[in-house]
């Protein structure tokens, strides 16, 4: 079983890595120029060129920097990162347990504490800043993010992934719930910080931000953990919308596709302005997601009633 987490961990570094070189190759046609291609056939080794610079650099501390939370924060994201891979539904082992949606929830929510102590710890007044409005944004959107996957409960009655694929096997729910899908995918470029929602790495007006004290292996870290969550976000949507079997290769061409999507909106869509943000949180996407719960739950009770009744 060990054995098995293990595997899956090195899986999960190897497809970020390479998830890496995808992002910059897409990026490099889309604005008309090559993407990385010196560094073994056609570029494929510079994922590996990367890790070696990154971990061999010389770490720095800022001088007045509080260098225990400085240096431990990054750790705690990534492990919070690879933590989250746990819930990813299994056919067989530890791994598919019957709670995994609630333990998506109080992972994934425990992650705006790494990126509020790096900002805080580093010392910085654009650190602070970034990280404070990537705790906003997080928390902002994952208020809609809990209600739509409330949404989805009164659908399956099951708080365990692997129920979500086997509603799935005569009709995707993407059918269903078209706009839901598509609010789900907004929240999901909000809750990891992509474009255009990157205010936490706003480089026109936060050099950086709240990574922006970071360097070597720390920051290589914090890059882990993003694209780990990239990742993780694309097979979660995968497995609500696009309901697959997991022996099947068409599998991980789905989050293939998801993962393909992040990149796409990077380099299509300029940055979001922080006010409209906030407002499409709140004013938008929380009251039509609570309608669609209440619709939902009212269906749920309507076929509670006619099957007790009959």
Do not use: H
Not at 109 to 114: D, H, N, P, Q, T
Not at 224 to 234: G, H, R, T, V
Not at 247 to 268: A, D, E, P, Q
């Amino acid at each position: 079983m060990f054995m098995t987490f293990v595997i899956m961990i090195i899986c999960v570094l190897v497809g970020v890595a390479f998830l890496t070189l995808l992002e910059r190759k897409v990026l490099g046609y889309i604005q008309f120029r090559k993407g990385p291609n010196k560094v073994g056939f056609n570029g494929i080794l510079q994922p590996f060129g990367d890790a070696i610079k990154l971990f061999t650099k010389e770490q720095m501390f800022p001088f007045k920097s509080n260098y225990i939370y400085f240096y431990l924060s990054p750790m705690f994201g990534f492990f919070l990162a690879l933590l989250l891979w746990n819930c990813m539904p299994f056919f067989s082992f530890y791994f598919n347990f019957s709670y995994s949606l609630l333990f998506f929830l109080c992972v994934s929510s425990l992650g705006v504490y790494g990126i509020m102590l790096s900002g805080w710890s580093s010392n910085s007044g654009y650190a602070l800043l970034g990280s404070v409005r990537s705790i906003a944004q997080t928390i902002s959107y994952e208020v809609s993010l809990v209600v739509i996957l409330m949404s989805f409960l009164f659908m399956v009655y099951s708080f365990n992934f692997f129920d979500f694929v086997k509603f799935q096997e005569n009709v995707w729910f993407i059918f269903m719930v078209l706009p839901l899908s598509f609010m789900w995918l907004v929240i999901c470029l909000a809750e990891t910080n992509r474009s255009p929602f990157d205010f936490s790495e706003g480089e026109s007006e936060l050099v950086s931000g709240f990574n922006v004290e970071y360097s070597s292996g720390s920051f290589a870290l914090i890059f882990l953990a993003e694209y780990s969550n990239i990742l993780f976000m694309s097979m979660v949507s995968v497995i609500l919308f696009l309901g697959s079997l997991f022996n099947f290769y068409f599998f991980g061409l789905k989050i293939m596709i998801f993962s393909f999507f992040w990149i796409w909106v990077r380099g299509t869509l300029p940055r979001y302005r922080y006010d409209k943000l906030m407002n499409l949180a709140w004013k938008i996407y929380l009251p039509f997601s609570l309608n669609f719960f209440i619709f939902m739950y009212s269906l749920s009770m309507i076929n509670l009633v006619f099957f007790d009744f009959f």
